[in-house]
C-alpha cells in the first residue's frame, strides 16, 4: 500500500550537503506506508530487502541503509558517517539482525562520507568485503593519501576566481583532514564493480547502474524483476542532489552527466519502487524525473538571462538560492552554480572570460 504524502515523510532542511529541498507536488509520488525505521532497527520493504536506517550528525539526520538478503546472509548498501551515532546503531543492528543473517557484504554507492564513512569500521568489525565503483576507489584513495593535499591546495586559487575573497575561510572549509574525519578510514576494496555489471544476491538479480553528475563513479542498483531500484543520492524525494563544478572535477560537465543519468533511469519499469539514501521510500520514479529534469532546466534559463551582465558563479547565488549561505553550504552552492554555468557554455549559451583572475560567464 502507498500514500501520496505521508506523515512520515520528514521535510529536508532548506540547504543541505545532499543538496537543496526541493519537494514534488503533493500527489506526484505515491510513498510506502511503511513507517520508517528506528535507529538501528529494519523492516521489509521489498522481497528480499530490508529498510534500516543510520543517524547522521548533521542538518539532514539520517541515511537509509538497504539489507539485501544473500543464500547465507546480507549485502548492506551504504554506512553512515564515522560518527558514535552511526556505530551505535550499527551495533544494534549486529545484535539483532546480523547474529541471524551475517553480513556477507558492504555495496558503497558512491563517495560522499555518509555514505563511505563507516565501510572500513564495518569491514573490521564484520570481516566484510566491500565493493564500490573504480572511480569512487580511486577518489577514495585520493582523499586518505598525499594526493588529497594536492587537490585542496587548488581550493583557494579556484574559489577566489569565482569570487570568494576570504581565504582563511575557503582555507578551513578545504583543509586536507577533514574529509578523513568524517570516514573510519580506507576499506580494502575486495571487488570494483562496473557500469551494467549484473550481481546476484540470494534469489534476485541486481544490475549496477553508474549514474555521474552528484558523484563521479556513483552507482544505483537495479532489480528489474522485482521493479526496484537503489537509487543512492541520484534520485531523492524531496531533495534535489548536489550537482557541482570543483577544483577536483574531472567531469567537465557535471549537470549534463546528470541529466543524461536521469534519463536513463527513466527508461525504467513506471511502476519502479525507488529506494533513496535520504526521506521515504517511493513510486513515480518517471514524475519525479521529470520534476527533476524541469527544475535545473528553469534554472539554466534563468542562469542565461542574468548573464547578459558579466557574473562571476557568486554573482548569481541570491537568484538562485533563497537564503543566506554560510561555510559549507556558500562553497556547496558555488559549486552548483558552476555546474549550471559550465552546462551553458557547454551547450553554446555562454561564455567565459577571464579578468584580472576572476571567470565571468557572459550570454551569447
Known amino acids: 500500500m502507498t500514500v501520496s504524502d505521508p506523515a512520515n515523510t520528514s521535510v529536508a532542511p532548506a540547504v543541505t550537503a545532499e543538496g537543496e529541498a526541493f519537494p514534488s507536488a503533493p500527489r506526484r509520488l505515491q510513498y510506502v506506508d ?14 528480499g ?6 543517524p547522521l550528525p548533521l542538518d539532514l539526520n539520517h541515511i537509509n541503509v538497504w539489507l539485501v538478503e544473500t543464500d547465507d ?15 551505535d546503531a550499527w551495533e544494534v543492528m ?5 547474529s541471524q543473517r551475517p553480513l556477507r557484504a558492504v555495496f558503497i554507492t558512491h563517495i560522499h562520507p555518509d555514505h563511505i564513512g563507516l565501510a572500513k569500521w564495518l569491514q573490521e568489525r564484520l570481516g566484510a568485503p566491500v565493493l564500490m565503483s573504480r572511480r569512487t576507489h580511486e577518489l577514495a584513495h585520493a582523499m586518505w593519501s598525499g594526493e588529497g593535499q594536492a587537490h585542496f591546495d587548488k581550493a583557494e586559487q ?14 578551513a572549509m578545504f583543509r586536507p583532514d577533514r574529509f578523513a574525519r568524517m570516514t573510519s578510514g580506507m576499506p580494502k576494496v575486495e571487488q570494483f564493480i562496473a557500469d551494467e555489471e549484473t550481481i546476484r544476491w540470494g534469489a534476485g538479480e541486481w544490475t549496477a547502474l553508474e549514474t555521474n553528475g552528484h558523484a563521479e563513479g556513483h552507482l544505483c542498483l537495479s532489480n528489474p524483476a522485482a521493479r526496484v531500484l537503489i537509487s543512492g543520492d541520484q534520485v531523492l524525494p524531496t531533495i534535489s542532489s548536489n550537482i557541482s563544478f570543483m577544483f577536483h572535477s574531472t567531469d567537465p560537465n ?22 533513496p539514501a535520504h526521506g521515504v521510500p517511493f513510486r513515480g520514479l518517471r514524475q519525479r524525473i521529470d520534476d527533476l529534469t524541469g527544475h535545473h532546466v528553469q534554472q539554466l534559463d534563468k542562469l542565461a538571462t542574468l548573464c547578459v551582465e558579466p557574473k562571476v558563479a557568486l554573482d548569481v547565488l541570491p537568484f538562485l538560492f533563497r537564503r543566506e549561505l554560510k561555510d559549507m553550504h556558500l562553497f556547496l552552492a558555488i559549486g552548483e552554480a558552476l555546474a549550471h554555468l559550465e552546462y551553458l557554455v557547454h551547450a553554446g549559451r555562454v561564455r567565459r572570460e577571464l579578468r584580472d583572475g576572476r571567470v565571468y560567464y557572459i550570454s551569447l
Request: with cysteine; aromatic share 8%.
Open 73 to 87: 546472509g546480507c549485502v548492506v548498501v551504504d554506512t553512515g558517517m564515522a560518527a558514535s551515532v552511526g556505530k
Open 254 to 275: 557535471p549537470l549534463g552527466s546528470y541529466l543524461s543519468s536521469l534519463q536513463r533511469l527513466r527508461a525504467l519499469s513506471e511502476d519502479t519502487l525507488v529506494l
Open 94 to 98: 549486529e545484535r539483532e539482525y546480523f
Open 49 to 54: 530487502v530490508r529498510w534500516g536506517r543510520i
Open 34 to 47: 511503511t513507517p520508517a525505521p528506528a535507529s538501528g532497527q529494519s523492516v521489509t520493504i521489498a522481497p
Open 158 to 171: 579556484f574559489f577566489r576566481s569565482h569570487g570568494v575573497t576570504d581565504a582563511l575561510q575557503i582555507r
